[in-house]
């Protein structure tokens, strides 16, 4: 397995941006598919962003044109750029590595006011 670890979420007005960071316990590079995932209260966890080795990238609707993953395997680090935030993405977003691991990190919270 691999520990997940997310920093650079906060509290950030509409309009604005944040990066999200999930640095790797150890090497991502064999690590087929890393993703961020978002939950907000009283909703089902979402996929938002997700980077495959050869480094193929997904996004859901909602973020696609504001929000861009990338990952840095000499670093072992995941990144979300978020720009032009709005309430609705507040939530606590995680990053999750699968393939052949499944590995969940803890979560950061992003919070957007209008």
């Known amino acids: 397995q691999v520990q997940l670890v997310e920093s650079g979420g906060g509290l950030v007005q509409a309009g604005g941006s944040l990066r999200l960071s999930c640095a790797a316990s150890?090497?991502?590079?064999?690590?087929?598919?890393m993703g961020w995932y978002r939950q907000a209260p009283g909703k089902q966890r979402e996929l938002v962003a997700q980077?495959?080795?050869?480094?193929?990238?997904y996004y859901t609707d909602s973020v696609k044109g504001r929000f861009t993953i990338s990952r840095d395997n000499t670093k072992n680090t995941v990144y979300l750029q978020m720009n032009s935030l709005k309430p609705e993405d507040t939530a606590v977003y995680y990053c999750r590595g699968r393939t052949p691991i499944d590995s969940w990190g803890q979560g950061t919270q992003v919070t957007v006011s209008s």
């Open positions: 150890r090497s991502i590079f064999s690590i087929l598919v």
């Open positions: 980077i495959t080795s050869g480094g193929t990238t």
